[in-house]
C-alpha cells in the first residue's frame, strides 16, 4: 500500500472529523446540562454559514482586503448573530416547556429546525450559496515532488484542527475552573437546589445555548470556507453526523464530542478510501451501534446514577 | 306589506349576470399539475421548471386560454424524495383533479409518482427525467421532453475514450435513481469499447467531504473521472480534486447543466476543464429566441431545464386543443402520432414515450465559469 495514500487518508479522517467534533459540542453541552437533544443545533450551523456569506460579502463591499481583519471580523460577527440565535432558540422552544415532559421539547426541537430550515430557503433561496477562497495555499510533503506521491494539508483544513483543539480545550477550562462553569455543573447535578442556593440556573442554561451556538458558528465559518459552498439543506446530514459524534465520544463530555468526531472521521474516511465508499456510512453507524451495545456511555461518558 | 322593488331587482340580475356571463373567470380552469422538487437540495432544479411552466401558463391564458378555458398549474412539491412523490401524485389524482402533469423531476421520484397517474389515466411528461427504466415500463399515458442517460452516457463514454483518450477512468455516481443509471450506461459503453473502469463507486448525496474518495483516486491514478449526479455534489467533488492536485477532467451528466454549479464548487478557477452532457442549448433554437429575451428582460436567465418545462406545457396544450378533449389515454394517442411545434423546436414521440431524436452534446467549462459547446 502506497504510504502517502494512506497518510493522506489520516490528515483527511482528522479534518472531517475536527468538524464533527466542532459542531458535536453544541449537542452534548445542552445535554450535559438539561439532559435533551437539541435537534435544531445542525440548523444553527446553517444559519452560521449563511451569516458567514453575508458578512463576507459586507467586508468586500465596504472594500476592507487585509485578510487577518477580515476573517476575525467576520469571525465575531458571525459568533455574534449566530449565537443570538442560539439564545432566542432556548427562549422561544424549549424555555415554555421546560417543566412538561421530557418528550416535549425533543419535539419542539424538530420543529423549531423545520422551521429554521424553511425559513432560510424562502428568505435566502433554495439555491446552492458559496463563498470565495479566502485562505488559498497548501503545505505539502514533501514541497518539491513533481509527481502525485505528497501528504498534504490545506492552510484551512490545519486551521480547522487547530481551532477545534483550541475551543474545546478552552470549553473545558470554562467548565471545570470558572464560576460560570461552577454554575453550570452545579446546574446539571441538581436544578433546583443550585436554584436554592442562587444559581439563576435559567440563565445558565441560555448561556450555555449561547456558548453551544458559538462553536456551531466557528464550525460554520470555517467549514463553509473550507467546502466553498453550503445551501439551507447542509445541517441535516452535518447535524446527525455530528450527533453521531457526540454519542460515540460519550453523549455530555467535552472532550468526548471532539475524540468522537474524530474516530467518526477517520472510520469515514478509512473506509472510503480503503474499502468502499458506497458503505462508509454503514461502517460509520456500525461502529457506533457496537458501541452502543458494549459501551453505552461512549468513548468518556460516565454512566448516570438515576435519581430516586 | 311586500313593495316590490323593480330597480334593486334589476340591478340584482345585472349582477347576477355579471357573475355568470364574465367571458373568461366564469370557465371552470383546466388543471395541470406542475410536479418537481421545490424544497430539498434539488430545489435550484424546481424553480426552472416552475418558471418555465409558469411563463407557459401566462402566456398561453394570454392568448384565449385553450378550449375557452384558462389553465391553471397547481405546485406539488415532492423534494425528490421517492415518498413524498406518491402522496402529492396522488393529492393531485384524487384531490385536485389534474387532467395532465408536468413532472416529475428526479428519476427516483417520476417512477413511482408515474404508476398513478397511469392507474388513473392522467397524461404526464416530464421535462427532466432521464431514466431509462421510465419510459421502458411502456405507460400508454407518459412522455418526456428530454434524452435518456443510455443515450447521454453513451455520448459522455465515447468523449472520454475518443476525445480525451483517457486510459485509466473512475466512474462514480450518487446512488440515486439518476445518478446511478447514468453511470451505469456510461460503463457499459465504456467496456463495450474495451476498456475497464479503475473504480466504481457511489458516495452520498448531501455530504461536502469528498476527500478521501479523491485520495482513493488519486491513489488508483485515474486520468479522467465521470460521475453520474447532481451538481451540489459534483461541485465539492470536483474542488476537492484540484485543491488535492488533481488534474484529471471530471466528466457529468444534465444534472451539472447549472450555472450554480459554480457556485457549489466556491469559485470558478474550480470549474474549468470539467465536461458535462446536455440537450443542445435549447436558448440557441431560434424558435425560442423571443421567449429567451423575455426572460432574460424580466432578470431571470433560463438555463437549464426552464425551456423543457415551458415546451412540455406547450405540448399538453396542443395536445388539447388538437383532440378537443381533457382525456388522458386521447391525449396520448395524439401525442405518440403527432409532432408538436414548442419553443424548442418541432418534437415528435415513439411509441414508449421518448422524443424521437435526442441531442446530447458536450460542454466544457472554462476559468471564467462559462459554458460552451464543445466543437
Same mark, same amino acid.
Given at each position: 500500500m502506497d504510504l502517502y495514500i494512506l497518510a493522506q487518508q489520516w490528515v483527511n479522517g482528522l479534518v472531517l472529523g475536527s468538524t464533527y467534533g466542532l459542531i458535536a459540542v453544541g449537542y452534548t453541552m445542552v445535554y450535559g446540562i438539561i439532559g435533551m437533544i437539541n435537534f435544531a443545533h445542525g440548523e444553527i450551523y446553517m444559519i452560521a454559514a449563511y451569516l458567514t456569506a453575508i458578512f463576507l460579502a459586507l467586508f468586500g463591499l465596504l472594500g476592507i482586503q487585509? %485578510?487577518?481583519?477580515?476573517?476575525?471580523?467576520?469571525?465575531? =460577527?458571525?459568533?455574534?448573530?449566530? @449565537?443570538?440565535?442560539?439564545?432566542s432558540v432556548e427562549r422561544v422552544a424549549y424555555r415554555p416547556l421546560r417543566?412538561?415532559?421530557r418528550l416535549a421539547p425533543l419535539i419542539s426541537a424538530i420543529g423549531i429546525s423545520l422551521i429554521l430550515q424553511n425559513y432560510i430557503r424562502i428568505s435566502q433561496g433554495a439555491r446552492n450559496q458559496g463563498v470565495p477562497p479566502l485562505l488559498d495555499g497548501v503545505f505539502r510533503f514533501p514541497s518539491d515532488s513533481l509527481d502525485q506521491r505528497f501528504i498534504q494539508i490545506t492552510y484551512l483544513q490545519s486551521l480547522i484542527v487547530v481551532v477545534a483543539?483550541?475551543?474545546?480545550? %478552552?470549553l473545558t477550562?470554562?467548565?471545570?475552573?470558572?464560576? =460560570?462553569?461552577?454554575?453550570?455543573? @452545579?446546574t446539571q447535578q441538581d436544578r433546583v437546589m443550585a436554584n436554592l442556593l442562587g444559581v439563576h440556573t435559567d440563565r445558565v442554561i441560555s448561556l450555555v445555548f449561547v456558548m453551544g451556538a458559538a462553536m456551531a458558528a466557528v464550525a460554520g465559518l470555517l467549514v463553509t470556507l473550507n467546502y466553498g459552498s453550503f445551501d439551507f439543506y447542509v445541517g441535516f446530514l452535518m447535524g446527525i453526523k455530528a450527533f453521531t459524534a457526540a454519542v460515540l465520544g460519550g453523549i455530555g463530555s467535552l472532550p468526548g464530542a471532539m475524540l468522537g468526531g474524530v474516530v467518526l472521521g477517520l472510520a469515514e474516511s478509512f473506509f472510503a478510501g480503503f474499502v468502499n465508499s458506497d458503505y462508509k456510512d454503514v461502517f460509520a453507524f456500525s461502529i457506533l451501534i457496537l458501541f452502543l451495545v458494549f459501551r453505552p456511555n461512549g468513548l468518556l461518558g460516565v454512566p448516570e446514577v438515576e435519581k430516586v | 306589506m311586500h313593495r316590490s322593488r323593480p330597480f334593486f331587482h334589476v340591478v340584482l340580475l345585472f349582477l347576477l349576470a355579471l357573475f355568470v356571463c364574465h367571458p373568461s373567470m366564469a370557465a371552470e380552469p383546466i388543471k395541470i399539475g406542475m410536479a418537481g422538487p421545490f424544497s430539498g437540495a434539488d430545489a435550484s432544479f424546481g424553480e426552472q421548471l416552475w418558471r418555465g411552466a409558469e411563463q407557459a401558463a401566462a402566456d398561453i391564458n394570454a392568448a384565449g386560454g385553450v378550449l375557452g378555458r384558462p389553465i391553471q398549474l397547481i405546485k406539488a412539491d415532492d423534494a425528490c424524495e421517492p415518498k413524498q412523490a406518491s402522496a402529492v401524485a396522488s393529492r393531485l389524482v384524487d384531490m385536485d383533479k389534474v387532467v395532465a402533469v408536468v413532472g416529475h423531476f428526479c428519476s427516483s421520484s417520476t417512477i413511482p409518482a408515474s404508476t398513478i397517474y397511469a392507474d388513473a389515466?392522467?397524461?404526464?411528461?416530464?421535462?427532466?427525467?432521464?431514466?431509462?427504466?421510465?419510459t421502458e415500463r411502456q405507460l400508454p399515458t407518459l412522455f418526456r421532453m428530454c434524452g435518456r442517460?443510455?443515450?447521454?452516457?453513451?455520448?459522455?463514454?465515447d468523449f472520454v475514450v475518443k476525445q480525451l483518450k483517457a486510459q485509466r477512468v473512475a466512474v462514480l455516481h450518487d446512488k440515486t435513481t439518476y445518478g446511478q443509471g447514468l453511470a451505469d450506461s456510461m460503463r457499459n459503453r465504456l467496456r463495450s469499447a474495451g476498456q475497464t473502469e479503475v473504480l466504481y463507486e457511489g458516495l452520498t448525496r448531501g455530504e461536502k467531504d469528498f476527500n478521501a474518495l479523491v485520495t482513493k483516486l488519486k491513489g488508483v491514478q485515474a486520468d479522467a473521472v465521470y460521475f453520474g449526479g447532481y451538481h451540489s455534489e459534483a461541485g465539492p467533488l470536483v474542488r476537492q480534486m484540484r485543491e488535492q492536485g488533481m488534474k484529471a477532467p471530471l466528466i457529468s451528466g444534465d444534472g451539472s447543466f447549472s450555472e450554480v454549479l459554480v457556485v457549489s464548487a466556491g469559485g470558478p478557477q474550480f470549474v474549468e476543464g470539467v465536461y458535462m452532457t446536455f440537450g443542445a442549448d435549447p436558448r440557441k433554437i431560434p424558435a425560442g429566441q423571443t421567449l429567451v429575451e423575455r426572460f432574460r428582460k424580466n432578470g431571470y436567465e433560463p438555463e437549464g431545464y426552464t425551456l423543457y418545462s415551458y415546451a412540455t406545457v406547450?405540448?399538453?396544450?396542443?395536445?388539447?386543443k388538437a383532440t378537443r378533449s381533457l382525456e388522458g389515454e386521447k391525449l396520448a394517442q395524439w401525442l405518440h402520432t403527432h409532432p408538436v411545434e414548442t419553443v424548442m423546436g418541432i418534437k415528435s414521440w415513439d411509441a414508449k414515450g421518448d422524443l424521437q431524436v435526442s441531442d446530447y452534446v458536450?460542454?466544457?467549462w472554462d476559468d471564467k465559469g462559462k459554458y460552451r459547446e464543445v466543437e
Amino acid at each position: 500500500m502506497d504510504l502517502y495514500i494512506l497518510a493522506q487518508q489520516w490528515v483527511n479522517g482528522l479534518v472531517l472529523g475536527s468538524t464533527y467534533g466542532l459542531i458535536a459540542v453544541g449537542y452534548t453541552m445542552v445535554y450535559g446540562i438539561i439532559g435533551m437533544i437539541n435537534f435544531a443545533h445542525g440548523e444553527i450551523y446553517m444559519i452560521a454559514a449563511y451569516l458567514t456569506a453575508i458578512f463576507l460579502a459586507l467586508f468586500g463591499l465596504l472594500g476592507i482586503q487585509s %485578510l487577518p481583519v477580515v476573517l476575525l471580523g467576520v469571525l465575531l =460577527l458571525t459568533v455574534f448573530f449566530t @449565537a443570538l440565535y442560539g439564545w432566542s432558540v432556548e427562549r422561544v422552544a424549549y424555555r415554555p416547556l421546560r417543566h412538561s415532559t421530557r418528550l416535549a421539547p425533543l419535539i419542539s426541537a424538530i420543529g423549531i429546525s423545520l422551521i429554521l430550515q424553511n425559513y432560510i430557503r424562502i428568505s435566502q433561496g433554495a439555491r446552492n450559496q458559496g463563498v470565495p477562497p479566502l485562505l488559498d495555499g497548501v503545505f505539502r510533503f514533501p514541497s518539491d515532488s513533481l509527481d502525485q506521491r505528497f501528504i498534504q494539508i490545506t492552510y484551512l483544513q490545519s486551521l480547522i484542527v487547530v481551532v477545534a483543539l483550541l475551543s474545546m480545550a %478552552l470549553l473545558t477550562w470554562i467548565i471545570q475552573r470558572t464560576a =460560570l462553569g461552577r454554575a453550570c455543573r @452545579a446546574t446539571q447535578q441538581d436544578r433546583v437546589m443550585a436554584n436554592l442556593l442562587g444559581v439563576h440556573t435559567d440563565r445558565v442554561i441560555s448561556l450555555v445555548f449561547v456558548m453551544g451556538a458559538a462553536m456551531a458558528a466557528v464550525a460554520g465559518l470555517l467549514v463553509t470556507l473550507n467546502y466553498g459552498s453550503f445551501d439551507f439543506y447542509v445541517g441535516f446530514l452535518m447535524g446527525i453526523k455530528a450527533f453521531t459524534a457526540a454519542v460515540l465520544g460519550g453523549i455530555g463530555s467535552l472532550p468526548g464530542a471532539m475524540l468522537g468526531g474524530v474516530v467518526l472521521g477517520l472510520a469515514e474516511s478509512f473506509f472510503a478510501g480503503f474499502v468502499n465508499s458506497d458503505y462508509k456510512d454503514v461502517f460509520a453507524f456500525s461502529i457506533l451501534i457496537l458501541f452502543l451495545v458494549f459501551r453505552p456511555n461512549g468513548l468518556l461518558g460516565v454512566p448516570e446514577v438515576e435519581k430516586v | 306589506m311586500h313593495r316590490s322593488r323593480p330597480f334593486f331587482h334589476v340591478v340584482l340580475l345585472f349582477l347576477l349576470a355579471l357573475f355568470v356571463c364574465h367571458p373568461s373567470m366564469a370557465a371552470e380552469p383546466i388543471k395541470i399539475g406542475m410536479a418537481g422538487p421545490f424544497s430539498g437540495a434539488d430545489a435550484s432544479f424546481g424553480e426552472q421548471l416552475w418558471r418555465g411552466a409558469e411563463q407557459a401558463a401566462a402566456d398561453i391564458n394570454a392568448a384565449g386560454g385553450v378550449l375557452g378555458r384558462p389553465i391553471q398549474l397547481i405546485k406539488a412539491d415532492d423534494a425528490c424524495e421517492p415518498k413524498q412523490a406518491s402522496a402529492v401524485a396522488s393529492r393531485l389524482v384524487d384531490m385536485d383533479k389534474v387532467v395532465a402533469v408536468v413532472g416529475h423531476f428526479c428519476s427516483s421520484s417520476t417512477i413511482p409518482a408515474s404508476t398513478i397517474y397511469a392507474d388513473a389515466g392522467v397524461l404526464m411528461m416530464t421535462p427532466g427525467s432521464t431514466n431509462p427504466a421510465i419510459t421502458e415500463r411502456q405507460l400508454p399515458t407518459l412522455f418526456r421532453m428530454c434524452g435518456r442517460d443510455d443515450q447521454q452516457g453513451v455520448v459522455g463514454a465515447d468523449f472520454v475514450v475518443k476525445q480525451l483518450k483517457a486510459q485509466r477512468v473512475a466512474v462514480l455516481h450518487d446512488k440515486t435513481t439518476y445518478g446511478q443509471g447514468l453511470a451505469d450506461s456510461m460503463r457499459n459503453r465504456l467496456r463495450s469499447a474495451g476498456q475497464t473502469e479503475v473504480l466504481y463507486e457511489g458516495l452520498t448525496r448531501g455530504e461536502k467531504d469528498f476527500n478521501a474518495l479523491v485520495t482513493k483516486l488519486k491513489g488508483v491514478q485515474a486520468d479522467a473521472v465521470y460521475f453520474g449526479g447532481y451538481h451540489s455534489e459534483a461541485g465539492p467533488l470536483v474542488r476537492q480534486m484540484r485543491e488535492q492536485g488533481m488534474k484529471a477532467p471530471l466528466i457529468s451528466g444534465d444534472g451539472s447543466f447549472s450555472e450554480v454549479l459554480v457556485v457549489s464548487a466556491g469559485g470558478p478557477q474550480f470549474v474549468e476543464g470539467v465536461y458535462m452532457t446536455f440537450g443542445a442549448d435549447p436558448r440557441k433554437i431560434p424558435a425560442g429566441q423571443t421567449l429567451v429575451e423575455r426572460f432574460r428582460k424580466n432578470g431571470y436567465e433560463p438555463e437549464g431545464y426552464t425551456l423543457y418545462s415551458y415546451a412540455t406545457v406547450q405540448a399538453i396544450v396542443a395536445a388539447m386543443k388538437a383532440t378537443r378533449s381533457l382525456e388522458g389515454e386521447k391525449l396520448a394517442q395524439w401525442l405518440h402520432t403527432h409532432p408538436v411545434e414548442t419553443v424548442m423546436g418541432i418534437k415528435s414521440w415513439d411509441a414508449k414515450g421518448d422524443l424521437q431524436v435526442s441531442d446530447y452534446v458536450m460542454y466544457r467549462w472554462d476559468d471564467k465559469g462559462k459554458y460552451r459547446e464543445v466543437e
